[in-house]
């Protein structure tokens, strides 16, 4: 069975101007395991500028639309999918590296082990955009730094959607966190999300900072959101035995060992694998995770800040503004009623 619906779907491979609003066929086996999803509001990431920019992981970059994280209200269900009735209100990360189509569109056909219900309480914008970001700062914090009481924490970009997340998680685990930000407004946002100190990085050594917060020991965890040489200088920040989570890849260590000698940890976070690389358990496991971040906004024990909104159609704008570096948290698209 096909169905059609409206997306922001890719030409080529390019700037943002290759996103255009038309007419998408989505395969929907009303026989199957997948859901039929009416999306209410969609989340824009860092990611999604990559695959518009230099192609998707899977397939052509013609034809394929962006977009992992969504939320909305259930239309129909596949035969062998249980737990859900349409009219289910959901939310899941699944899509947009290529192959099945993202949540920029009206609708997304999505595995029913993706999908996690979201209660009156909490709003589908918010669960649209909470989903990547919260899977990541998990997976960093949490399955791979293991932080926890008193742990001493470094997050760079403390003011994205990311770096919020990430803190308000450290923070939850009894970790104290200190960030990287560029400005003076986006230290109130981290701080806000639970950091205890923010860092003008334009203006202060970072290195310097840290040192000075921590009473000369380092920290037990840094989350890289800047690689290069952020990657690097923050192994100067690090105690021996000490954990660095990136995001952005490893660029190896320092001259002189730092990373070897201190017997640090260096562990790489990309989200999207389970998706790109068709890993079943790993994407029944994030959804476990999705859950816990439902159950979180629901307590009101962590928060979204969203910074923008566009409409579906305008999805360029978004990227624009997204590359602009002009970021304080989420932006999201939202979907045109029916």
């Known amino acids: 069975m096909t169905f059609t619906t409206q997306a922001m779907v890719m030409r080529a491979a390019g700037g943002p101007e290759v996103l255009e609003y038309r007419s998408l066929d989505l395969a929907f086996d009303p026989d199957g395991t997948n859901v039929l999803v009416r999306l209410v509001a969609a989340g824009v990431n860092p990611a999604d500028t990559f695959f518009r920019s230099l192609g998707p992981y899977i397939g052509t970059a013609e034809g394929c639309v962006l977009g992992h994280d969504g939320a909305g209200i259930v239309q129909a269900v596949g035969r062998r999918a249980t737990g859900f009735t349409a009219g ?114 334009r203006e202060q050594d970072f290195v310097a900072a840290v040192m000075d917060w921590s009473g000369g020991d380092g920290v037990r965890a840094v989350l890289d959101n800047i690689g290069g040489d952020g990657f690097l200088n923050s192994l100067r920040v690090l105690q021996p035995y000490g954990h660095i989570v990136t995001l952005m890849g490893t660029p190896g260590d320092l001259p ?63 990227h624009q503004l997204l590359e602009s570096k002009g970021g304080s948290g989420k932006i999201i698209l939202t979907m045109p009623a029916d």
């Open 256 to 318: 002189d060992g730092t990373a070897y000698n201190g017997n640090v940890t260096i562990h790489n976070v990309m989200m999207l694998t389970p998706m790109w690389k068709g890993l079943q358990s790993h994407l029944i496991r994030q959804a476990a995770i999705l859950q816990r971040a439902i159950a979180w906004l629901t307590e009101r024990k962590v928060f979204v800040h969203i910074q923008d909104r566009f409409p579906l159609e305008q999805a360029a704008a978004a």
């Open 88 to 201: 289910d209100r959901v939310c899941f990360c699944h899509g947009g590296v290529g192959g099945a189509a993202g949540t920029y569109a009206r609708h997304a056909v999505v595995p029913v082990e993706c999908l996690v219900r979201v209660p009156e309480i909490v709003a589908l914008e918010d669960a649209a955009a909470i989903a990547l970001v919260f899977i990541t700062g998990w997976e960093a914090m949490v399955e791979r730094a293991g932080v926890g009481t008193g742990d001493l924490v470094l997050i760079h970009g403390g003011a994205g959607g990311t770096g919020q997340m990430a803190t308000q998680i450290a923070s939850a685990a009894g970790a104290r966190v200190a960030t990287t930000v560029s400005s003076a407004a986006k230290a109130a946002l981290s701080m806000v999300a639970g950091a205890e100190r923010a860092i003008l990085y």
